[in-house]
């Protein structure tokens, strides 16, 4: 019994009611409504505004086409929109790549080391972006870890250009985006049954055919997922490629970003912002063709009309492809390996994996603790100075402080919203789930500075700059796609008999909701709330304009520190917050059991 | 209906615009609740913050009774500042500014008149004062070498810094066409005074030869620091500042003052803002010799009121923009020419760069 055929059977079940019943049910897309309303008010009209600028002439405010005219004439917009897209893409194909078996080994674990397990997982996330690129230009420097390790034992004479190249900037991206993409497709992954992959071998399937054509099948809505939220959050990336990259590391933000802050042509910046949005929208067309995106926007919509569609085919020939090949090499690394060696790759894999997720955080633990000016590793001596500075500082710790309670706001809120919105979809069979997909996710996909300036006006017009509200709706902005995304992917695989089930069994709609739905899909939603709470905690754009310096969060008041000076409080401010973190986790894990 | 709507716009207004648009109605009303008790002035942040506490906002607090406090503005405030006077949310009375951010506001009219002239501080330097904007402190586009890296043989001018044969090593230039075309034209042999208008082709035929020898384009100012201090490079461009802050902090590195650049930071204030004239008042503070030679202290930025070198120690002097020894060795750069050409040139550069 596939998804597929649980999914035809609803339909069945909801089109067998008679009409009048059907007109007082009341529909499950008012759930979406809500969500609807907070992204016209607070993301499409402000950012809408902003755009229609593009078709302005900026002095005189003429209709004109002159920005596109720019873009078109010169090749330089089109090529770094091209790297953009190669970077972003690439990303999302690694993190997945490098991401899936730590997922698989992750959702095969029993609860309680599953999650402390995935605590290693967020690791990366905990530490700020700003603080991470930094530790890695540390590690893979020329005279960095690395490097010295090797030229040091003797293993290479020169030392290896591992950054201010691609490599860097992929290094820098893929280890920022795996958390994204494990945690995307864990929860989807621990819902598949693994008796149906004994049920395969049973039949006569080799292990790798049962895996790829049944266990991989189940998790793609995962994997779709997944690739799609790493892809299209790489496409906004700005400072890994600015400090890790080399002359032809690019992307389009930055150059969003100089039109915006140092040039102050809004009328281009928006044309460019227009174009990395249709680039976009297309790209996800296309994704949608391969890959069936939208059995992840609710409906069968491709698995039963897209199911002829040609691109569709293709994607499930290559699947097949793989499986093959997989299969030959599995034989063939048995035979070299033995199978106790096999069946050892996978957590060896792992842990190597997860090394490489925490390496850059091991490195600014002790940094927090130099007696250096910089950010050295290994410091040269220790002291408690860089602590010293952010306890004494009223300005870090209320920064903190605001910081934890805007991101935890913005958590509920967007869990929440996109939760409703995630169940309308899931449970109407609408024409419209494409476009209200679409629109949940376009805040991902327009660059955040243009959602910056353009809630920086609106805010201006009803009195929220510089409050802690206009931070936590700006934040919510951002954190829907995410929450809402991982809440389609897990409700995907629900089992909605079972809402039938409790119905039957006399439970109301809000009852099954909460006793029924909720605990069903909890992991999805704890998933949901660690995205938006991390998004908003980790969030420079919107905080610089919305705060206005006054209001300061942690990663604007780090960003503040950093222009100018690069000094070890920003280690400390690390392990402050990571350990604190660590704590409230474990103590939720904690109480949780016992309760 | 109407009638709320109109109470929540009234309360909106007064929340956000800070009472704008009372105060342009009623000045004195306004000045009395709010105006010339607090000015909020946003600084580079960073070090900047407890320096300009030090040199300008106790001091003048002291002074006025008026009270500063000080936000981190971005490395270019030009967005948010636009912002904040169109829709006069005056969350700033007072901003430093760059000569091209101060250039191309002023051309959109969003800064208001500081209503003082040189006359009422003698000791400024003549490019740091015009109708809208002060300058407080002076930086220089130098490039900086290790010295365990040239031992006996260290580059002194730009064409050293070009020449790879002779001066081999890892370079690092800034990812922005601003200065580095200025750099590529000296390195050509370009006389410093005959710099502008920039022979822009010539600089880019400059700059194709040591493309392929630059192994790092820094981005920030804080990079430049990082990969002089760590040696990740030999020798890089940057802000004298920067670079000294690497020096201050142990690296052996050695800064080449000779042909650079300088340019001006400095106060202005977001036009139509409620509390201006208090505004105007700390900017007037911030202009005296004495406040200036202060900040020197703990930023190595040069004074633009030269009179504070009688109070600054030589040996602090000597790593000043706006020392007489090293300034000088530089000439200011044209923002004039800039802010006409900026769009084009960078335009250029980013397609050079991809090339």
């Known amino acids: ?595 | 209906m109407s009638d709320t709507t109109l109470k929540m716009n009234r309360r909106h207004l007064l929340k956000t615009a800070g009472g704008t648009a009372l105060a342009l109605g009623m000045p004195g009303l306004s000045g009395r609740a709010f105006a010339a008790t607090t000015i909020t002035v946003a600084d580079p942040g960073g070090p900047f913050g407890p320096a300009f506490r030090k040199a300008f906002y106790d001091p003048f607090e002291k002074a006025t009774g008026i009270k500063v406090v000080n936000v981190a503005r971005e490395a270019e405030p030009t967005a948010q500042f636009k912002a904040i006077v169109e829709t006069k949310s005056y969350t700033w009375d007072v901003c430093t500014l760059t000569l091209s951010a101060r250039d191309i506001l002023a051309k959109q009219n969003l800064l208001e008149p500081i209503g003082f002239t040189r006359d009422a501080a003698p000791g400024l330097m003549p490019e740091a004062i015009t109708e809208h904007w002060m300058g407080t402190d002076v930086y220089s586009s130098v490039f900086a070498y290790r010295n365990d890296h040239f031992k006996n043989n260290a580059p002194k001018s730009w064409a050293d810094f070009w020449n790879v044969e002779k001066f081999p090593g890892r370079r690092s230039l800034r990812k922005n066409p601003i200065d580095t075309l200025e750099q590529a034209l000296l390195a050509d042999g370009v006389n410093i005074d005959q710099l502008y208008p920039l022979d822009v082709d010539r600089a880019f035929k400059s700059l194709d030869k040591i493309k392929q020898h630059i192994a790092i384009w820094w981005t920030g100012g804080a990079q430049s620091t990082q990969i002089l201090q760590s040696g990740e490079v030999d020798l890089t461009t940057g802000w004298n500042a920067r670079l000294q802050a690497a020096i201050d902090g142990g690296a052996p590195a050695t800064i080449v003052w000779d042909q650079g650049l300088y340019s001006i930071e400095g106060w202005a204030i977001p036009k139509g803002c409620p509390r201006a004239d208090a505004a105007k008042q700390f900017i007037k503070f911030c202009s005296t010799a004495d406040r200036q030679a202060v900040f020197t202290e703990a930023l190595a930025y040069g004074p633009t009121n030269l009179d504070a070198y009688k109070s600054i120690s030589p040996e602090r002097a000597r790593v000043l923009s706006t020392s007489p020894d090293n300034l000088k060795k530089m000439r200011v750069a044209n923002e004039a020419w800039w802010s006409e050409n900026r769009a084009a040139v960078t335009e250029r550069f980013n397609s050079w760069l991809l090339s």
Request: hydrophobic share 55%; charged share 10%; aromatic share 12%.
């Open chain 1, 1 to 595: 019994m596939n998804t597929k055929g649980i999914a035809g059977m609803t339909a069945t079940t909801a089109s067998a009611l008679s009409p009048r019943q059907r007109y007082f049910r009341p529909n499950a897309l008012w759930l979406a409504a809500p969500g609807l309303a907070f992204l016209a008010v607070f993301f499409l009209f402000p950012v809408l505004r902003l755009l229609a600028l593009s078709v302005q002439n900026p002095a005189s405010g003429a209709f004109s086409l002159e920005s596109y005219a720019r873009i078109a004439n010169t090749d330089v917009y089109l090529q770094v929109l091209g790297i953009t897209f190669k970077i972003a893409g690439n990303t999302a194909i690694f993190s997945i790549l490098l991401g899936y078996p730590l997922a698989y080994w992750l959702a095969g674990l029993r609860d309680g080391l599953r999650e402390r397990m995935v605590l290693l997982v967020m690791v990366p996330f905990w530490t700020s972006y700003l603080v991470k690129t930094f530790a890695w230009m540390v590690v893979l420097g020329r005279t960095g870890v690395i490097n010295n390790m090797l030229t040091g034992s003797g293993l290479a004479s020169q030392p290896f250009p591992l950054v201010y190249n691609e490599f860097g900037v992929m290094v820098g991206m893929v280890h920022a985006m795996i958390p994204l993409a494990v945690l995307t497709m864990m929860p989807i992954m621990i819902g598949i049954d693994r008796r149906l992959i004994q049920a395969a071998q049973a039949l006569g399937a080799a292990p790798a055919q049962s895996f790829w054509l049944v266990y991989f099948k189940l998790s793609l809505p995962g994997v779709t997922a997944g690739g799609l939220l790493v892809f299209i959050s790489s496409l906004g990336f700005f400072i890994v490629p600015a400090l890790l990259g080399g002359r032809r590391e690019t992307m389009l933000a930055q150059l969003i970003i100089t039109q915006v802050q140092e040039l102050l042509n809004w009328a281009f910046a928006g044309a460019l912002a227009a174009m990395m949005l249709v680039a976009a929208l297309v790209t996800c067309w296309l994704y949608d063709r391969l890959f069936g995106l939208s059995s992840l926007s609710g409906g069968e919509t491709s698995a039963q009309n897209g199911g002829s569609g040609r691109l569709r085919l293709i994607g499930l020939a290559i699947l097949r492809v793989i499986a093959k090949a997989s299969a030959m090499l599995a034989d063939v690394v048995r035979k070299v390996i033995g199978t106790r060696g096999a069946q050892l790759l996978l957590p060896i894999y792992c842990a190597l994996a997860l090394a490489f997720l925490v390496l850059p955080t091991l490195l600014v633990i002790p940094i927090g603790f130099t007696s250096s000016q910089f950010l050295e590793f290994p410091p040269p001596g220790y002291s408690m100075q860089w602590f010293e500075t952010y306890f004494s500082s009223p300005v870090w710790l209320s920064a903190t402080l605001r910081s934890f309670g805007v991101a935890a706001a913005t958590a509920l809120c967007a869990t929440l919203i996109g939760g409703l919105a995630a169940l309308a979809l899931a449970r109407s069979s609408t024409r419209w789930g494409g476009v209200i997909f679409a629109t949940f996710l376009a805040p991902l996909i327009v660059p955040r500075i243009i959602i910056a300036v353009g809630l920086f006006y609106l805010f201006a017009q009803i009195g929220l700059v510089a409050t802690d509200m206009g931070l936590v709706i700006g934040h919510t902005v951002l954190a829907l796609p995410f929450a809402f995304v991982t809440i389609t992917a897990i409700l995907k695989n629900y089992d909605w008999r079972l809402d039938q089930a409790a119905a039957v069994l006399g439970a109301n709609r809000v009852k099954t909701l909460f006793l029924v739905t909720v605990p069903l899909v909890k992991g999805g939603l704890v998933a949901a709330f660690l995205f938006a709470f991390i998004t908003s905690f980790d969030e420079l754009t919107i905080a610089i304009f919305v705060s206005g310096g006054i209001k300061t969060t942690l990663p604007k008041q780090m960003w503040d520190d950093m222009i100018l000076q690069l000094n070890p409080t920003l280690a400390a401010v690390s392990v402050v917050v990571f350990v604190i973190v660590t704590v409230l986790l474990l103590l939720a894990e904690r109480f949780r059991r016992t309760a």
